[in-house]
T-cell receptor
């Protein structure tokens, strides 16, 4: 069975702090895809990144970076120098090859305080 | 931004009444999805469509039906709404290439309250 665990329900940081959101996944498939989405207070879901299981290179996009480690089945998301606008709920999701069904984690609410 | 609209954006209804939510896309994507979002559950797939008149069930399909008569429209119907169907409903689309690999893009959501 596939499963995504985001153990951190809520995190609060002060602006300019770095913060890491954890995502641990379970799957027996060798080909799979991982995603992160952001849901700001306005409610929409914004796509952030997609990564396939054969590409373990870390990725950086501005203040955002992602650390994919197959050995620990984790796909963690780090925000460097956090800003108030980063306040949102962040979801990690898993999709295995051959299915169009995403499995979402329960989300982590990030509060960045000014 | 992907061209996805949902209507209505907010709805209050009573238990036992039928409700239809509409998702409209302008991207000509083959796949469309309906999810519900509930606290503590993240997003869960209700139904999805892989083409006109082609649909399949997701993990929480009981009490819901869908229809897709045109590429751009995907309808979600609650045949007889119950309070447990109070939720935020999201539509999503993807192009329809290699299964599992595609990014899904989401609509703005519909807040449904069943009294």
């Amino acid at each position: 069975a596939q499963k995504v665990t985001q153990a951190q329900t809520e995190i609060s940081v002060v602006e300019k702090e770095d913060v890491t959101l954890d995502c641990v996944y379970e799957t027996r498939d060798t080909t799979y895809y991982l995603f992160w989405y952001k849901q700001p207070p306005s409610g929409e879901l914004v796509f952030l990144i997609r990564r396939n299981s054969f590409d373990e290179q870390n990725e950086i996009s501005g203040r955002y970076s992602w650390n994919f480690q197959k050995s620990t089945s984790s796909f963690n998301f780090t925000i460097t120098a956090s800003q108030v606008v980063d306040s949102a709920v962040y979801f990690c999701a898993l999709a295995t090859s051959g299915t169009y069904k995403y499995i979402f984690g329960t989300g982590t609410r990030l509060k960045v305080l000014a | 931004d992907a061209g996805i609209t949902q209507s209505p954006r907010h709805k209050v209804t009573e238990t036992g009444t039928p409700v239809t939510l509409r998702c409209h896309q302008t991207e000509n994507h083959r796949y469309m999805y309906w999810y519900r979002q509930d606290p503590g559950h993240g997003l869960r797939l209700i139904h999805y469509s892989y083409g006109v008149k082609d649909t399949d069930k997701g993990e929480v399909s009981d009490g819901y039906s869908v229809s897709r008569s045109k590429t751009e429209d995907f309808l979600l119907t609650l045949e007889s709404a119950t309070s447990s169907q109070t939720s935020v409903y999201f539509c999503a689309i993807s192009e329809g290439g290699l299964a599992g690999s595609e990014t899904q893009y989401f609509g703005p959501g519909t807040r449904l309250l069943v009294l």
